[in-house]
């Protein structure tokens, strides 16, 4: 799977034991995708850090002095992704009850430790793919009735005074606004402006005849003025 983007994450490293702080850092610098922005010796030193940046993993030890991991976590109103590493079983369970990823039982091997990475990374693709793919709808208000609608139901938006007629392919709906406002709130790459009156989604296109766009059985009037840019669109 490509991941999206090729992002690069942030990680901090909670730990007191100085070796496995050296060998959890030299396993990190295997992992591109993750960048390390700070090894800090207790909890509340990494506490300060998550005030002031977001960090998106912690790679923390469960026994330290001053406050244990568990019981900084739960003071927690948000946390970041959590992958435990400790030499004591006895605290999996109340581990994965605070919804940890990965549970390391130290000594562990950079296997295991990549298994425990590449959890962490298969989320983050299924929350980038379902934050790419949801379509944010839009409020408008017509004849008296509220809607919530998605751009990708829209034909093509015309403008009649200072009214919309937003064209669907089953109805049409007539607010009140106006053009250069509510192209606004359209993605850029699927609309276009191609008349003083009209907005098309260029996906919805059926033909091109001469000075004019069939959609949804329907001609639409293209200015000369924007003929050039929808055609470099449609070529894209």
């Avoid at 993993?57 to 590493?85: A, R, Y």
């Avoid at 919804?99 to 430790?113: C, I, T, W």
């Avoid at 379509?135 to 938006?157: A, D, G, Q, R, W």
Wanted: proline share 4%; glycine share 2%.
């Amino acid at each position: 799977m490509n991941r999206i983007a090729d992002k690069i994450y942030d990680c901090i490293i909670v730990e007191d034991e100085p070796l496995s702080q050296e060998i959890l850092e030299s396993y990190l610098q295997d992992c591109p995708q993750l960048r390390l922005k700070a090894i800090c010796n207790d909890a509340l030193e990494a506490n300060q850090i998550l005030l002031k940046e977001p960090i998106d993993l912690l790679f923390l030890d469960i026994n330290m002095p001053k406050m244990n991991g568990i019981e900084w976590l739960k003071s927690l109103d948000q946390s970041p992704k959590v992958i435990f590493t400790t030499a004591y079983p006895e605290y999996a369970v109340e581990g994965f009850d605070l919804n940890a990823l990965d549970y390391l039982l130290k000594p562990f091997s950079f296997e295991r430790f990549l298994r425990s990475v590449n959890k962490f990374l298969s989320l983050q693709d299924k929350v980038g793919e379902k934050l790419e793919n949801q379509e944010e709808t839009i409020l408008v208000k017509s004849n008296k009735k509220t809607y919530l609608i998605k751009p990708s139901e829209l034909s093509f938006i015309e403008s009649e005074g200072d009214y919309l007629k937003l064209h669907r392919e089953d109805d049409c709906l007539v607010i009140h606004d106006t053009l250069k406002n509510f192209q606004t709130k359209l993605p850029s790459k699927e609309f276009l402006r191609i008349h003083r009156s009209f907005i098309i989604n260029v996906g919805k296109i059926d033909f091109l005849e001469g000075n004019q766009v069939c959609i949804d059985k329907k001609m639409v009037p293209i200015a000369s003025s924007y003929r050039e840019q929808l055609m470099q669109l449609l070529q894209e």
